[in-house]
């Protein structure tokens, strides 16, 4: 019997839409995409993170007035509860997502550890 783990892997897909942490995390990304005042922080709040993640790459450091721009935009998404309630159902997904992958790659880790022993 052959097994297509593509196909495995679709399937999985489909299933993690039915989970309580996928789909909160869709009403609260919905919920973003509805709210333009929300949408548009949230867009600027994204900008800033890839930013920080480039300029970690590079090993270079903001200057004074960025990193005031960035603790302003953190502040004023920490106020909003549609952005703070999509952080948390990301974080919520993300640990879902944590534990399959853990799940997933089990047999490697456990390769390793056995070549450890």
Same mark, same amino acid.
């Given at each position: 019997?052959?097994?297509?783990?593509?196909?495995?892997?679709?399937?999985? =897909?489909?299933?993690?839409?039915?989970?309580?942490?996928?789909?909160?995390? %869709?009403?609260? &990304?919905?919920?973003?995409?509805?709210? =333009?005042?929300?949408?548009?922080? &949230?867009?600027? &709040?994204?900008?800033?993170?890839? =930013?920080?993640?480039?300029?970690?790459?590079?090993?270079?450091?903001?200057? =004074?007035? %960025?990193?005031?721009?960035?603790?302003?935009?953190?502040?004023?998404? %920490?106020?909003?509860?549609?952005?703070?309630?999509?952080?948390?159902?990301? %974080?919520?997904?993300?640990?879902?997502?944590?534990?399959?992958?853990?799940?997933?790659?089990?047999?490697?880790?456990?390769?390793?550890?056995?070549?450890?022993?």
């Amino acid at each position: 019997m052959t097994v297509n783990i593509y196909d495995n892997a679709n399937e999985m =897909a489909q299933v993690l839409k039915s989970t309580t942490q996928y789909t909160a995390w %869709q009403t609260a &990304f919905d919920a973003i995409q509805a709210d =333009a005042e929300a949408k548009a922080l &949230f867009d600027q &709040f994204q900008a800033i993170q890839m =930013a920080v993640q480039q300029m970690m790459q590079t090993q270079q450091q903001p200057d =004074a007035e %960025q990193e005031k721009t960035w603790n302003d935009v953190a502040a004023k998404v %920490q106020e909003n509860e549609t952005i703070t309630a999509l952080l948390t159902a990301e %974080q919520a997904l993300n640990t879902l997502l944590t534990e399959l992958n853990d799940i997933v790659t089990k047999p490697v880790a456990d390769a390793y550890a056995a070549l450890r022993q």
